[in-house]
């Protein structure tokens, strides 16, 4: 069994920032990509930020140059810095990791979610 544990939502104002966490623990023969995708309620889930073990990123172009992710691969920790935040920021934040179960076999696990609201 394997969990993802997020942290770091809150409420906001416009041009804050947040520092979102997801750590793995459970029955984890490695972690390879480690991610945070966003859901408002309405639309569909898009991807935010990902990033490889060995440290490539992806973002959305609506959060590059305003978030930054980054990994703790010790602690099977992944983050995702939020500065600039703007309203459509607002969502639930979900923590996704592809994790290594065994030497030849791996799945998809998904946190909670944790909300973020950007609001005056």
């Known amino acids: 069994q394997v969990q993802l544990v997020e942290s770091g939502g809150g409420l906001v104002q416009p041009g804050g920032s947040l520092r979102l966490s997801c750590a793995a623990s459970g029955s984890i023969f490695r972690v390879n990509d480690m991610g945070w995708y966003r859901q408002a309620p309405g639309k569909q889930r898009e991807l935010v930020a990902r990033t490889t073990s060995g440290g490539s990123t992806t973002y959305a172009d609506s959060v590059k140059d305003r978030f930054t992710i980054s990994r703790d691969n010790a602690r099977n920790t992944v983050y995702l810095q939020m500065n600039s935040l703007k309203p459509d920021d607002s969502a639930v934040y979900h923590c996704?990791?592809?994790?290594?179960?065994?030497?030849?076999?791996?799945?998809?696990?998904w946190g909670q979610g944790t909300q973020v609201t950007v609001s005056s």
């Open positions: 996704n990791a592809q994790v290594g179960i065994g030497a030849k076999s791996h799945r998809d696990y």
